[in-house]
């Protein structure tokens, strides 16, 4: 996946690089919710994060689909 904040890559991750398995945290979280699809498990983020701006245009891509865009206002 990636983020890009005004056309310009400012984070990069793969879901390879996390210290705990995607699937070892979706079977510990079924232990307290029922997940369902289109539901978003918020895990972290790579190296990159910062301050947004008003104005400020984001898109997020996972394996290079856009599934995110939006403007900050």
Do not use: R
Not at 17 to 22: G, I, N, S
Not at 27 to 51: M, N, Q, R
């Amino acid at each position: 996946f990636h983020l890009l904040i005004n056309g310009k890559m400012i984070q990069q991750g793969n879901t390879g690089d996390m210290l705990t398995p995607f699937d070892e945290l979706i079977a510990h979280i079924s232990k307290y919710f029922t997940l369902k699809t289109g539901d978003l498990i918020y895990t972290g983020t790579p190296e990159g994060v910062g301050p947004v701006q008003i104005g400020d245009k984001l898109e997020a891509y996972i394996e290079g689909e856009k599934m995110l865009e939006f403007e900050v206002k």
